[in-house]
């Protein structure tokens, strides 16, 4: 079992950046598929983005595709969420999951098992 915990989370103007983690604890992260959504207020959670357990495959929703990026360092137990140009409707709180899983990326959130608490990210001027 793994357990994971997001950081990095804080108010930001648009157009800013910000990078999130997701630190695993317990078994190592590296046998496992990460995925990143968010949740807005009033709104369902919605995929972000994925990576694969090597890090070799990425998945990113359309609205967030060429501005965020996800990246892996499993020797650190970690993942990564870089975003960039963040606009105002990027403003949500954003966990990070994980699921046992040797290949391929997860889209949907019912096929993950592990979650974080999440971490809000505000973008607003």
């Known amino acids: 079992q793994v357990h994971v915990q997001e950081s990095g989370g804080r108010l930001v103007r648009p157009g800013g950046s910000l990078r999130l983690s997701c630190a695993a604890s317990?078994?190592?992260?590296?046998?496992?598929?990460t995925g990143w959504f968010r949740q807005a207020p009033g709104t369902e959670r919605e995929f972000v983005a994925g990576?694969?357990?090597?890090?070799?495959?990425?998945a990113f929703s359309d609205s967030v595709k060429g501005r965020f990026t996800i990246s892996r360092d499993n020797a650190k137990k970690t993942v990564y969420l870089q975003m960039n140009s963040l606009k105002p409707e990027d403003t949500a709180v954003y966990y990070c999951?994980?699921?046992?899983?040797?290949?391929?990326?997860?889209?949907?959130?019912?096929?993950?098992?592990?979650w974080g608490q999440g971490t809000q990210v505000t973008v607003s001027s």
């Open positions: 317990g078994r190592t992260l590296s046998d496992y598929a």
């Open positions: 990576i694969s357990s090597s890090g070799s495959s990425t």
């Open positions: 999951a994980g699921r046992r899983l040797r290949f391929g990326v997860l889209r949907d959130e019912n096929n993950y098992e592990n």
